[in-house]
């Protein structure tokens, strides 16, 4: 009786073994479909999805501060700082790719800082991140044109970009929401 | 009262016991070429300032109290300086691009003039890590010429 659960028992785990197996291995096979269906995807077009990707993060974070949501403002900017991470910089030149990875590393500390801090903070090191992004889109540069505007009165003054050349201040919030002015226009 | 000796001394056995826990010391013998002060022309004042004030959390060589000898106080010194040298370490500075070290300076500058550091529980105990309003006003000068500079 003993034996005859104990060689039930290992078949069970047998077949177990198998069928997850076989599982696993559908599963790989699906991987290598999304692969070759990545390949196949313009590799241009991905890079700019990424620089892209981290723009579109970057205004988000800016609509916060304009609009003095802290908590938004943080959030979005750990989005931002994986956003970061993930940009390919291999169609680049060597001096390119230098300088990205620089702007990169600068902003992700940037943006990971906003994540964290209140909002006084967050502005602080939104400018340094400003600057970073600004810096970035002139070595990738962007599928819409953008505006860099320009406050005269936050510390010294202080810039940032914009999708729309209507000015929303990020660094005053409520306070100033109009205060600067488009200072340059990037186009496509 | 049979419950709080027992308590008592679970408490006991448990703060001796956290006494024999290894911890990582944060002390080195050599200032890296890569050192703020050297590669930096930095006045003499402002340099003992820097070193006095910033130097213990924020470079790889902690002037220890007596007291950091004593559990717990010594896992909350170990998590000041980790975090303060993933921040900022002052031996390594010149291994850090112009625009890290511009976003670097930029960060002393605000935290000097909000009074954030040096940190106020640092402070408590010493009291000579202070920046008194001159002083904190020297080092922002400083600084700030320092950025322009880069």
């Known amino acids: 009786m003993q034996k005859l659960k104990m060689s039930i028992a290992a078949m069970l785990l047998l077949t177990l073994s198998f069928t997850n197996a076989q599982e696993k291995e559908k599963m790989n096979m699906d991987h290598s479909k999304m692969n070759m269906d990545g390949m196949k995807m313009n590799i241009d077009k991905m890079q700019d999805a990424m620089a892209e990707a981290i723009l579109s993060d970057y205004f988000v974070l800016k609509e916060a501060l304009v609009a003095d949501d802290t908590k938004k403002a943080a959030q979005t900017s750990a989005k931002l700082a994986a956003s970061l991470k993930a ?20 902003a992700t500390e940037h943006a990971e800082h906003i994540a964290k ?20 889109v002139a070595i990738t540069g962007t599928k819409n044109t953008l505006y860099q505007q320009f406050c005269p009165m936050y510390d010294g003054g202080s810039n940032w970009l914009s999708e729309s050349s209507d000015v929303k201040n990020p660094y005053y919030g409520s306070k100033m929401p109009t205060c600067g002015k488009v200072i340059e226009t990037i186009e496509k | ?129 202070k920046f008194s309003k001159e002083e904190a006003n020297e080092i922002i000068n400083f600084i700030t010429q320092l950025k322009d500079s880069l």
């Open chain 1, 87 to 106: 940009i390919d910089k291999s169609n680049y030149t060597a001096d390119e790719q230098k300088e990205l990875a620089d702007i990169i590393a600068d």
């Open chain 1, 117 to 136: 801090s209140p909002i006084e903070h967050q502005r602080e090191h939104f400018k340094m991140l400003s600057k970073d992004i600004t810096d970035m």
């Open chain 2, 1 to 129: 009262m049979k419950i709080l000796k027992i308590i008592a001394l679970v408490l006991l056995v448990a703060i001796v016991g956290i006494q024999f826990v290894p911890t990582t010391r944060n002390q080195s013998d050599t200032v890296p070429e890569t050192d703020f002060m050297l590669v930096n022309n930095v006045p003499k004042t402002i340099q003992k300032k820097l070193e006095v004030s910033c130097y213990d959390c924020h470079s790889n060589n902690t002037q220890y109290p007596w007291y950091n000898k004593v559990q717990p106080v010594t896992w909350f010194l170990e998590g000041h300086i980790k975090e303060g040298k993933a921040e900022l370490n002052f031996n390594e500075w010149d291994s850090l691009s112009a625009r890290r070290k511009k976003s670097k300076l930029q960060s002393i500058i605000k935290q000097v003039e909000s009074g954030e550091m040096p940190l106020s529980s640092y402070t408590l105990i010493h009291s000579d890590a």
